[in-house]
């Protein structure tokens, strides 16, 4: 065999290993996520929640948004994604913190069952402006 033909070879070997662990990764995370969304239509049905979905950034020292609006009664769910280091996305009337890291974003979700405008702010100390790391929900 030539070292030509033995390189392709390997590469070739290097190329399906690949493709086998892709595959399996994906169909994993498909599986999860589809029995998540299933349980939550589920749920969504049962209650009537309508479902309001967002995507939140957190960096030194805010949030992006940092405002969202929501109805009274909607299942509101927050994916949270960090820009530089590890922060926190905490709702005390809701009783939910979602952190974020820059390896995992955070999910968390709630109803919101009362009207009014609800601060977060971030659990994780993260620097010298943490404590001023806040947003508002809007609950109309
Ligand atoms: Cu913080």
Partial sequence: MTSKKRTAISLF?????TLFLLAACTSQQTTSLSE????????SEQNNNILKE??????????????????????VVIHLATRDVPHSL??????????AT????????FIANK???FTWNCRIP?????????GILVVE
Avoid: W
Avoid at 36 to 43: C, F, G, Y
């Fill in 115 to 117: 009207k009014g405008r």
């Fill in 126 to 134: 993260c620097g010298f402006g943490h404590s001023d790391m806040h």
């Fill in 36 to 43: 998540n969304t299933k349980s939550m239509l589920q749920n």
């Fill in 54 to 75: 967002f995507f939140v950034e957190a960096f030194q020292f805010g949030y992006s948004p940092s405002e969202l609006h929501v109805t009274e009664g909607d299942r």
């Fill in 13 to 17: 070997t290097i190329l399906v290993l």
């Fill in 90 to 99: 905490n709702f005390r009337e809701f009783e939910i913190n979602i952190p």
């Fill in 102 to 109: 820059a390896e995992k974003n955070g999910t968390g979700e």
